[in-house]
């Protein structure tokens, strides 16, 4: 097999076309073998986790600070990978502002009270909570980083059919419980008020494939354009090699396309349980399928500007323990060898679709 160090650059493959982006964690910007692979086969980074609210806001020093809507920030664990980034001139994708999932419950509770129960904060708190964290975020970011994040997930996962709710909205979600669907608007109004000149706004989303979702999404997506708040829709593709509906994403992908948003596929990987050659050659047809639909859409003119996998490596796979399973659904091997489904997306690139 070929190390990675001396194969074919990807992003280099896919220069003229799109970029090509990897979630990388803060361990990797630390080794120089993960360091050396990303800068030469990609051009986009996501931090996995190292960008989320959990990771950014800091109770204590909130606390401290005795102010009840401003909370305080610790954005050492995000500055590490913007260096790595701006050092090695490699574009990032910001993930994310506003998301149910790994933000703290103080953050939504009265007083940034702790209490697995604590009372919720009134709605004009965590509106006015919304908008503080996105300027403190986006503020630090783009006076210390200029120019070096181009995309920003300002709302993650806000639609979910399966709750029930109305619009499809993820009623489970303390930022609808506290707001209700407003805060989508909010947030996107607070990031264009403090997003740098160039930057795009996104809002990201997995299985927006699934026709209810995609319909609810589109009607979302639609709503924010008019009023010309959300620039790009991220698809994360998390996707799975023997259920692979190729032809229901591009769909999906034509539905938003065709509202005038960039495209980014931002979370991609396909799960694949089985390490032996016949899976990994099918996993490898997996993804020169989806590639080739990818490029054909761009030579179409859809604005396809990035696709990103989630992980770098089968040994950094989030879906080993998601699925509680083995699972080999990248392009590189734990060791850092070339991968049959490296092979077919370099050569999805050199083909003309
Ligand atoms: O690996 C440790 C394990 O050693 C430990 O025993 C266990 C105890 O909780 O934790 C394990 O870490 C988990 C880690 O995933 C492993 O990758 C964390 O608990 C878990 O919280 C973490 O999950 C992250 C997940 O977001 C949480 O929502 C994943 O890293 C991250 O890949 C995933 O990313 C999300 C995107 O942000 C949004 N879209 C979906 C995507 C996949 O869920």
């Known amino acids: 097999?070929?190390?990675?160090?001396?194969?074919?650059?990807?992003?280099?493959?896919?220069?003229?076309?799109?970029?090509?982006?990897?979630?990388?964690?803060?361990?990797?910007?630390?080794?120089?073998?993960?360091?050396?692979?990303?800068?030469?086969?990609?051009?986009?980074?996501?931090?996995?986790?190292?960008?989320?609210?959990?990771?950014?806001?800091?109770?204590?020093?909130?606390?401290?600070?005795?102010?009840?809507?401003?909370?305080?920030?610790?954005?050492?664990?995000?500055?590490?990978?913007?260096?790595?980034?701006?050092?090695?001139?490699?574009?990032v994708r910001f993930h994310t502002l506003a998301w149910h999932n790994q933000t703290p419950r103080w953050f939504f509770a009265k007083n940034w009270d702790n209490a697995p129960d604590a009372p919720l904060a009134a709605p004009e708190v965590m509106l006015a909570r919304l908008e503080a964290y996105i300027q403190g975020v986006m503020e630090h970011v783009n006076s210390q980083y200029p120019g070096t994040v181009y995309a920003w997930d300002v709302v993650n996962e806000a639609i979910e059919p399966d709750q029930g709710g109305p619009g499809c909205y993820r009623t489970k979600s303390l930022w609808y419980q506290t707001l209700g669907e407003s805060f989508v608007p909010a947030a996107f109004r607070a990031a264009r008020k403090h997003q740098a000149p160039g930057q795009k706004l996104f809002y990201n989303d997995y299985s927006t494939f699934v026709p209810a979702k995609k319909e609810a999404l589109t009607a979302l997506l639609q709503k924010l354009r008019a009023d010309n708040l959300v620039d790009g829709m991220g698809m994360q593709a998390h996707l799975q090699w023997d259920k692979m509906d190729i032809a229901a994403c591009e769909q999906a992908a034509r539905a938003f396309g065709n509202l005038g948003l960039t495209l980014h596929i931002t979370e991609m990987d396909i799960h694949c349980p089985f390490r032996d050659e016949a899976h990994q050659a099918q996993l490898a047809q997996c993804y020169r399928d989806y590639f080739d639909m990818l490029l054909r859409l761009n030579r179409e003119g859809y604005d396809v500007e990035s696709v990103s996998f989630w992980g770098v490596t089968d040994a950094d796979t989030w879906l080993t323990y998601f699925r509680k399973e083995g699972s080999w659904p990248l392009l590189f091997t734990g060791d850092k060898d070339v991968k049959p489904a490296f092979d077919a997306v370099l050569e999805a690139a050199k083909r003309r679709i």
């Open 1 to 91: 097999m070929n190390n990675a160090l001396t194969a074919p650059s990807l992003c280099g493959a896919f220069r003229n076309r799109f970029k090509i982006g990897a979630a990388i964690t803060g361990r990797m910007t630390d080794d120089p073998d993960y360091r050396a692979l990303i800068r030469r086969h990609f051009s986009s980074i996501t931090a996995e986790n190292g960008m989320k609210p959990e990771k950014l806001l800091d109770r204590e020093a909130t606390l401290q600070k005795g102010d009840p809507i401003r909370p305080a920030f610790h954005f050492s664990p995000a500055d590490q990978m913007l260096s790595f980034a701006r050092e090695n001139e490699i574009a």
